[in-house]
Nanobody, 124 residues
Framework: QVQLEESGGGSVQAGGSLTLSCAASGFTASRDYMGWFHQAPGKEREWVAVIASGSRYYHASAKGRFTISQDNAKKTLYLQMNSLKPEDTGMYYC???????????????????WGQGTQVTVSS
């Protein structure tokens, strides 16, 4: 059974940093496309950063500020978030089994997985 468990969320002031972690089990993380999604209050969930076969992709909102990385030995996915802004506030979800349609990454209903999410709050 595939499980994704996020940790590392919290509250921080604007300009601060946080590192999110996602512990994966039940599949070979190094062979799967994994990433992070952000859901701001009242908005749809949106991809933020993806790592796929060693290549990294970033949403425009995250480029230059966030870094996605993966420790295959620990089967853990990370998201280093720097220069945080109030608009970064929301739930962050780890996901696996991603697919893409052009520049948009998504989690398919069949073969895709979500973690339970971790809350990030950035105050101004």
């Amino acid at each position: 059974q595939v499980q994704l468990e996020e940790s590392g969320g919290g509250s921080v002031q604007a300009g601060g940093s946080l590192t999110l972690s996602c512990a994966a089990s039940g599949f070979t993380a190094s062979r799967d496309y994994m990433g992070w999604f952000h859901q701001a209050p009242g908005k749809e969930r949106e991809w933020v950063a993806v790592i796929a076969s060693g290549s990294r992709y970033y949403h425009a909102s995250a480029k230059g500020r966030f870094t996605i990385s993966q420790d295959n030995a620990k089967k853990t996915l990370y998201l280093q978030m720097n220069s945080l802004k109030p608009e970064d506030t929301g739930m962050y979800y780890c996901a696996a089994g991603l697919e893409n349609a052009g520049l948009r990454w998504y989690v398919p209903g069949d073969g895709g997985y979500w973690g339970q999410g971790t809350q990030v709050t950035v105050s101004s």
